[in-house]
């Protein structure tokens, strides 16, 4: 069993910055391929970006590609999503999920999910 909590989210202007943080307990946190995902209202959960566990290999989402950074530190049990130059459409709840394979792009390949939190961007 993994327990992961979110935060970091709140409201920001149009072309700024948030990191999120994602804080892990429970099982070997250094197992597990970590993603973050995030549901807009009306739409279904989306794929944001992806990274294994030895921090090694990422993917992210084309739509955050070269905006979004995410990464790990396996001491400290934490996961990350660094968010620059925001837009009014990365306005969405954001979670992070915790998964056994590196098929990443789907929401059933996660075993675990955090509670979510919300990032709104202002235009």
């Known amino acids: 069993q993994v327990q992961l909590v979110e935060s970091g989210g709140g409201l920001v202007q149009a072309g700024g910055s948030l990191r999120l943080s994602c804080a892990a307990s429970?099982?070997?946190?250094?197992?597990?391929?970590m993603g973050w995902f995030r549901q807009a209202p009306g739409k279904e959960r989306e794929f944001v970006a992806a990274?294994?566990?030895?921090?090694?290999?990422?993917r992210y989402a084309e739509s955050v590609k070269g905006r979004f950074t995410i990464s790990r530190d396996n001491t400290k049990n934490t996961l990350y999503l660094q968010m620059n130059s925001l837009k009014p459409e990365d306005t969405a709840v954001y979670y992070c999920?915790?998964?056994?394979?590196?098929?990443?792009?789907?929401?059933?390949?996660?075993?675990?999910w955090g509670q979510g939190t919300q990032v709104t961007v202002s235009s």
């Open positions: 999920a915790a998964s056994s394979t590196w098929v990443v792009l789907t929401t059933a390949e996660y075993a675990y």
């Open positions: 990274i294994r566990w030895s921090g090694s290999s990422t």
């Open positions: 429970g099982r070997t946190f250094s197992s597990y391929v």
